[in-house]
T-cell receptor
Framework: NAGVTQTPKFRVLKTGQSMTLLCAQD?????MYWYRQDPGMGLRLIHY???????AKGEVPDGYNVSRLKKQNFLLGLESAAPSQTSVYFC?????????????FGPGTRLLVL | KQEVTQIPAALSVPEGENLVLNCSFT??????LQWFRQDPGKGLTSLLL?????REQTSGRLNASLDKSSGRSTLYIAASQPGDSATYLC??????????FGPGTRLSVLP
């Protein structure tokens, strides 16, 4: 049981390049999330998914796209990277039980855009 | 829009001290509040989850309280140890907004 895994762990991009971050979970969770973490700002939600084939925008969606073609995978795409997208990206997954929701996080992807 | 703040931003204490971390939120219409721990270069690990109908939750040396009406939560750590050194984040869950996170408190426990 690997939990939530993220690929790659670290990446350097040049402005204008594109890339895809992969998140995978093996807990059969319905809900998956992409966050970015910047110093002093906590985590901010980029996009999320409440099930296979569905996605929704979070607080800071501009410049990102997502896809959830399989229940266990949630992909985050950067179409044309900008220096402002330099950040640490975290994926999370969760179930929603009547008693509340606990999110399980991946180890993060560090992205540097030059 | 919900905003979550945490005080202090950083805290350094000698080993063995009891300490309190504070979390405040602006909208009391929350579903639950959760405290997380984040070690350097790692993801977040859930410590305690308090439902909106609850007043506190305990796990080992950790105790979290919730006062929804005043928009406050505290995380109490008893008999701190160097292994407690990490960043602690609180997050509130609101339907329609999902989780809203605070910026975290960076804790250092000195041997």
């Amino acid at each position: 049981n690997a939990g939530v895994t993220q690929t790659p762990k670290f990446r350097v991009l040049k402005t204008g390049q594109s890339m895809t971050l992969l998140c995978a979970q093996d807990m059969n969770h319905e809900y998956m999330y992409w966050y970015r973490q910047d110093p002093g700002m906590g985590l901010r939600l980029i996009h999320y998914s409440v099930g296979e084939g569905t996605t929704a925008k979070g607080e800071v969606p501009d410049g990102y796209n997502v896809s959830r073609l399989k229940k266990q995978n949630f992909l985050l795409g950067l179409e044309s990277a900008a220096p402002s997208q330099t950040s640490v990206y975290f994926c999370a997954s969760s179930y929603r039980a009547s008693g509340g929701e606990t999110q399980y996080f991946g180890p993060g992807t560090r992205l540097l855009v030059l | 829009k919900q905003e979550v703040t945490q005080i202090p931003a950083a805290l350094s204490v000698p080993e063995g001290e009891n300490l309190v971390l504070n979390c405040s939120f602006t909208d009391s219409a929350i579903y639950n509040l959760q405290w997380f721990r984040q070690d350097p270069g790692k993801g977040l690990t859930s410590l305690l989850l308090i439902q909106s109908s609850q007043r506190e939750q305990t796990s080992g040396r950790l105790n979290a309280s919730l006062d929804k009406s005043s928009g406050r939560s505290t995380l109490y750590i008893a008999a701190s140890q160097p292994g407690d050194s990490a960043t602690y984040l609180c997050a509130v869950f609101i339907y329609g907004q999902n989780f809203v996170f605070g910026p975290g408190t960076r804790l250092s426990v000195l041997p």
